[in-house]
């Protein structure tokens, strides 16, 4: 079983201004002349993301640079942090300091600018001529002056393989003999079919979600076009077609990433 592994799903946006004004993290400075670390309020922040983002080292780090911060991280489900979050919107209590949003729910999110802290105003604006034009107006407000969050990669798409399952399967293992397998979706799916016949019933995709999502972002137009209409006619059927080709074909061991059963499907060589 192969994945396409897409990072850039992951927007680090404010949480609710009313939390963060709490936690006293405003970028405000202290009064006292002294060490700010030891007159300095104990803070804990809050951070919901899904899977690993690698933060163990990061939250080490900085607690011991800021000794009077404490962070909780909650790692969840994928759609249930997504799902809890804009309860907690809707709410106007309860959200987390930080959360990590995916780039499909950007639209939504920023949608509802005025429930975040407006970063512009901490001083995220220096950062912009760090980002690509269309990065930063991915959590920037349809009037500009409100941004949600800065994103934190651009979303590589890489295609992961096992030489050892090719091989067994009978198909090539170098990257570049891999590559001229499938110049076209259609190509892809009819070595998927070689895969799965040659290997004995292994699969050879996790889901038809993660192949779904790097054919949308390869289109144009994804789910919205530049002025936040929806355009389910246009690259989203593009990517639901060829997707539902995929599992019609069975080459899908039907395993939804971060859900329960996904990384034992890696295991089991399934």
């Known amino acids: 079983m192969e994945r396409f592994a897409k990072r850039g799903v992951a927007l680090i946006a404010a949480g609710l201004a009313g939390t963060l004004a709490l936690t006293g993290c405003s970028g405000e400075k ?4 002294g060490d700010s670390d ?37 790692s969840g489900e994928f759609n249930a942090q997504h799902q809890d979050l804009q309860k907690k919107l809707v709410a106007g209590s309860g959200a987390p300091d930080i959360s990590a949003i995916d780039e499909g729910f950007a639209v ?3 949608g509802q600018a005025d429930k975040f802290v407006n970063l512009l105003d901490k001083g995220a604006g220096s950062y912009e001529s760090k980002y690509l034009g269309w990065k930063w107006k991915q959590t920037l407000s349809a009037d500009g002056k409100t941004q949600i969050g800065l994103g934190t990669d651009v979303g ?3 295609m992961c393989y096992r030489t050892d399952l090719f091989k067994a399967a009978g ?16 190509a892809f799916i009819a070595t998927g079919e070689k895969y799965v016949k040659g290997s004995g019933g292994k699969k050879f995709i996790d889901s038809g979600t993660d192949m779904f999502n790097p054919i949308l972002a390869q289109q144009p137009v994804g789910f919205y076009n530049e002025q936040d ?10 990517a639901w077609d060829t997707t539902m080709k995929a599992l019609k074909a069975g080459i899908s061991a039907n395993l939804v990433s971060f859900q ?6 890696f295991k089991k060589d399934q």
């Open 108 to 110: 939504q999110f920023r």
């Open 260 to 265: 329960p059963g996904w990384d034992q499907g």
């Open 229 to 238: 209409q929806l355009q389910l006619d246009a690259g989203p059927k593009i």
């Open 38 to 74: 030891a007159t300095a309020a104990q803070v804990t922040l809050k951070v919901n993301f899904w899977g690993d983002f690698g933060l163990e080292a990061l939250k080490a780090q900085y607690e011991k640079d800021h000794p009077n911060v404490k962070i909780s991280l909650n």
């Open 30 to 33: 202290l009064d006292s002349g």
């Open 171 to 186: 198909l090539p293992t170098e990257r570049d003999a891999v590559s001229a397998l499938w110049p076209t979706w259609d």
């Open 156 to 158: 590589g798409l890489a």
